[in-house]
């Protein structure tokens, strides 16, 4: 499904979800192959349901030797929709303090491939300031905040956030 998702115009409207088959990959209960749908006559779909289901953050993991933020995904996420600025790295899952948490200023992408797994590669100024605040110094100390505008699915829906004080 997700090599699916990867493909901006494949199964993203009825018009666009279509099925072949060989005759190989399936067979009834005495054995008998399927039908072959030849790639040139495939057969569209009868219904279509549109992806709602906004992306949800299942894991992440702050590298402050390598200066990388990586973020594990269930679904395909579009990398080009990265905005750095919507996230925050702090000690607890809820902080009152500035000096507790540190929101990036700026990164790159260290691929543009459209994926489950995305890695944010920090700048030098926020892991310098991440490590001068004492923020993410161990497994404990180590939660992430992300705002809906971090990022978005294939089908251009924001991420579910993370806020601070409830979710993060």
């Known amino acids: 499904l997700n090599e699916i998702k990867k493909r901006d115009r494949l199964f993203i409207s ?8 060989k005759s190989s990959h399936i067979a009834d209960m005495i054995g008998n192959p399927l039908v072959v749908i030849a790639k040139t006559f495939g057969q569209q779909v009868a219904v279509f349901e ?12 702050l590298d402050l ?35 507790d948490q540190h929101t990036l200023t700026n ?5 543009r491939e459209d ?7 920090i700048t030098n100024d ?24 971090a990022l978005m699915d ?3 829906l924001p991420v579910q956030p993370l806020y601070n ?4």
């Open 126 to 149: 926020d892991l310098n300031d991440i490590k001068q605040k004492e923020v993410a110094t161990s497994r404990l100390s180590s939660w992430i905040v992300m705002e809906s505008t």
């Open 165 to 168: 004080g409830i979710s993060a």
């Open 50 to 61: 549109n992806d709602t289901t906004r992306p949800r953050l299942s894991a992440f993991h």
């Open 154 to 156: 294939m089908n251009g």
């Open 14 to 21: 009825r018009e666009t979800a279509f099925i072949s088959v």
């Open 107 to 111: 990164g790159s992408l260290a691929s």
């Open 65 to 99: 030797n390598l200066g990388t933020l990586t973020l594990t995904f269930p679904e395909t996420v579009d990398v080009s929709s990265v905005n750095f600025t919507s996230f925050t790295i702090q000690v607890d899952s809820g902080v009152d303090v500035a000096t």
């Open 115 to 121: 994926s489950t797994v995305v890695v944010i590669v």
